[in-house]
């Protein structure tokens, strides 16, 4: 089964283990343990209540399993209880913990967990310092990261294992010099993963002469090109976005579809709609992403109509739409005005495809209301989306202040802004936003008010910004 698993076959994985469990066979720790590794959620729990059935939940190795099975899909509170129940931790159990923690998006949390570990005189692990280096990441903890590598090296331990992860770290605080370093004095050790990492940090950075440097000293991979192609598409990069076309069309990696997916963001964010159109269409195999990226180009250039065409293009090639693909559609209905579309996008939702709208939905929708002056709509929602458990998060009461706005609701804007600066107080955003509501209704005091707020918080509205890409310069700008 093991060797089964390891080779991604599911299905003669579960065909053994049905076979051992038909057969009477004596189930314990190291026959579960490779089936919990079957990705299928619904299979997972039903080994789990297995194992609680015949007594082969209580060994070490059988807990670590289940917590990172309900780890890997979501399930971080079953994880948790998990954990709890094991009798005797090993550094792998603490592990796993540790990663799920940072693997939901909890740094605080997973620093607790490491505490703890110290507190329990634990032996930390390659493993446990790389996530700790993905927490202090998250934290946006600088110090806190140069710590870890300090342990690193006073441990002596592995960096051909921590390579990545220290790589990973020093390029998201923009500190390439140091990710070089760590990269030259590895000498012969270093892997793809390794360049694959700081491939995409240089290019994330702008520092593409040290990105082609390392791209020229390996065979390219698909890997490299889509986290290369990532941060153009993030840099809006166009020119270093084409080159790295021409790389993938020459090594015959157009024939990726996760590759040729952020290629068609990366067009699309650069404002080249027809360059991603064309691309779209020569894709040999187009998933869900391929057209939710399709109908997001469109829909954030104002081409509400196309969107809605490649919609009902997708649901003809019998593709179902997903949670995602309903937010990209109703942006779209919102940046074109289209109000009637947007709501039966939103209504199509649970009664055609049984899928229950989230506060993303919401808030697009009532984005598109308020846009339309549909302001009575807009707070008929709003009760139904309470009605219905979903808390308000800050993009909800974002889009109620500017239907609020934009429709000269004084009384209920001035609720959602009670709960958005409740929810976010040490955003600027928030406090520039709720002043453009207050001048747009003629409180000129309030306005002034609530600048002498963001003075006394110390709090500074964002500069905007544009970038302008120059590929040949001559002389000086």
Same mark, same amino acid.
């Not at 500074?460 to 970038?467: D, H, L, Y």
């Given at each position: 089964?093991?060797?089964?698993?390891?080779?991604?076959?599911?299905?003669?994985?579960?065909?053994?283990?049905?076979?051992?469990?038909?057969?009477?066979?004596?189930?314990?720790?190291?026959?579960?343990?490779?089936?919990?590794?079957?990705? @299928?959620?619904?299979?997972?729990?039903?080994?789990?209540?297995?194992?609680?059935?015949?007594?082969?939940?209580?060994?070490?190795?059988?807990?670590?399993?289940?917590?990172?099975?309900?780890?890997?899909?979501?399930?971080?509170?079953?994880?948790? &209880?998990?954990?709890?129940?094991?009798?005797?931790?090993?550094?792998?159990?603490?592990?796993?913990?540790?990663?799920?923690?940072?693997?939901?998006?909890?740094?605080?949390?997973?620093?607790?967990?490491? &505490?703890?570990?110290?507190?329990?005189?634990?032996?930390?692990?390659?493993?446990?310092?790389?996530?700790?280096?993905?927490?202090?990441?998250?934290?946006?903890?600088?110090?806190?990261?140069?710590?870890?590598?300090?342990?690193?090296?006073?441990?002596?331990? @592995?960096?051909?294992?921590?390579?990545?992860?220290?790589?990973?770290?020093?390029?998201?605080?923009?500190?390439?010099?140091?990710?070089?370093?760590?990269?030259?004095?590895?000498?012969? !050790?270093?892997?793809?993963?390794?360049?694959?990492?700081?491939?995409?940090?240089?290019?994330?950075?702008?520092?593409?002469?040290?990105?082609?440097?390392?791209?020229?000293?390996?065979?390219?991979?698909?890997?490299?090109?889509?986290?290369?192609?990532?941060?153009?598409?993030?840099?809006?990069?166009?020119?270093?976005?084409?080159?790295?076309?021409?790389?993938?069309? &020459?090594?015959?990696?157009?024939? @990726?579809?996760?590759?040729?997916?952020?290629?068609?963001?990366?067009?699309?964010?650069?404002?080249?709609?027809?360059?991603?159109?064309?691309?779209?269409? &020569?894709?040999?195999?187009?998933?869900?992403?391929?057209?939710?990226?399709?109908?997001?180009?469109?829909?954030?250039?104002?081409?509400?109509?196309?969107?809605?065409?490649?919609?009902?293009?997708?649901?003809?090639?019998?593709?179902?739409?997903?949670?995602?693909?309903?937010?990209?559609?109703?942006?779209?209905?919102?940046?074109?005005?289209?109000?009637?579309?947007?709501?039966?996008?939103?209504?199509?939702?649970?009664?055609?495809?049984?899928?229950?709208?989230?506060?993303?939905?919401?808030?697009?929708?009532?984005?598109?209301?308020?846009?339309?002056?549909?302001?009575?709509?807009?707070?008929?929602?709003?009760?139904?989306?309470?009605?219905?458990?979903?808390?308000?998060?800050?993009?909800?009461?974002?889009?109620?202040?500017?239907?609020?706005?934009?429709?000269? @609701?004084?009384?209920?804007?001035?609720?959602?802004?009670?709960?958005?600066? !409740?929810?976010?107080?040490?955003?600027?955003?928030?406090?520039?936003?709720?002043?453009?509501?207050?001048?747009?209704?003629?409180?000129?005091?309030?306005?002034?008010?609530?600048?002498?707020?963001?003075?006394?918080?110390?709090?500074?509205?964002?500069?905007?910004?544009?970038?302008?890409?120059?590929?040949?310069?001559?002389?000086?700008?």
């Amino acid at each position: 089964m093991a060797s089964y698993i390891r080779r991604g076959n599911a299905a003669a994985t579960l065909s053994v283990f049905q076979g051992i469990h038909r057969a009477g066979s004596h189930i314990d720790s190291y026959t579960l343990t490779p089936v919990l590794a079957v990705p @299928d959620p619904v299979c997972g729990k039903q080994v789990h209540a297995l194992a609680i059935k015949t007594g082969s939940d209580t060994p070490t190795i059988t807990k670590t399993a289940l917590m990172h099975m309900y780890s890997k899909y979501g399930q971080l509170g079953c994880s948790v &209880r998990v954990f709890q129940e094991v009798g005797f931790k090993d550094v792998v159990t603490w592990n796993t913990m540790l990663s799920s923690f940072v693997r939901h998006g909890l740094p605080e949390e997973a620093l607790a967990v490491f &505490r703890e570990m110290q507190k329990e005189g634990v032996w930390l692990s390659e493993f446990t310092l790389c996530s700790l280096l993905k927490a202090c990441t998250l934290l946006k903890a600088f110090q806190q990261g140069k710590q870890v590598h300090a342990m690193v090296v006073v441990m002596g331990r @592995d960096l051909v294992v921590l390579g990545t992860a220290l790589i990973d770290f020093y390029t998201n605080f923009e500190y390439i010099e140091e990710a070089m370093e760590i990269f030259q004095s590895l000498n012969w !050790e270093k892997d793809d993963a390794m360049r694959n990492s700081l491939i995409s940090g240089c290019v994330r950075n702008r520092r593409y002469k040290e990105a082609f440097m390392i791209m020229r000293s390996m065979r390219p991979n698909v890997v490299a090109l889509t986290s290369a192609l990532a941060a153009c598409s993030k840099n809006s990069d166009l020119w270093v976005g084409k080159q790295i076309h021409c790389v993938a069309i &020459r090594f015959g990696f157009t024939f @990726d579809t996760q590759l040729c997916n952020v290629l068609l963001d990366m067009y699309a964010k650069c404002g080249k709609i027809w360059n991603a159109r064309s691309l779209f269409d &020569r894709m040999h195999k187009k998933s869900v992403v391929s057209w939710t990226s399709m109908i997001d180009a469109y829909g954030s250039h104002g081409h509400g109509l196309e969107a809605l065409d490649m919609f009902r293009k997708m649901k003809v090639n019998n593709i179902p739409p997903n949670l995602v693909m309903f937010i990209a559609v109703l942006s779209a209905c919102a940046h074109s005005g289209m109000v009637e579309e947007g709501r039966e996008c939103f209504n199509s939702m649970k009664e055609i495809y049984g899928l229950d709208p989230g506060f993303e939905h919401y808030a697009c929708f009532i984005d598109i209301l308020g846009r339309a002056g549909q302001i009575e709509e807009v707070w008929g929602v709003f009760n139904h989306m309470v009605k219905n458990q979903i808390e308000p998060t800050a993009a909800v009461w974002i889009a109620i202040l500017n239907a609020c706005s934009l429709n000269l @609701d004084v009384s209920r804007g001035e609720f959602a802004a009670k709960n958005l600066l !409740e929810l976010e107080p040490n955003k600027p955003g928030n406090y520039v936003l709720l002043s453009n509501f207050y001048a747009a209704v003629g409180k000129w005091d309030s306005v002034n008010e609530l600048r002498s707020i963001m003075r006394d918080k110390g709090l500074v509205k964002e500069i905007g910004n544009s970038w302008v890409t120059v590929v040949h310069c001559h002389g000086n700008i």
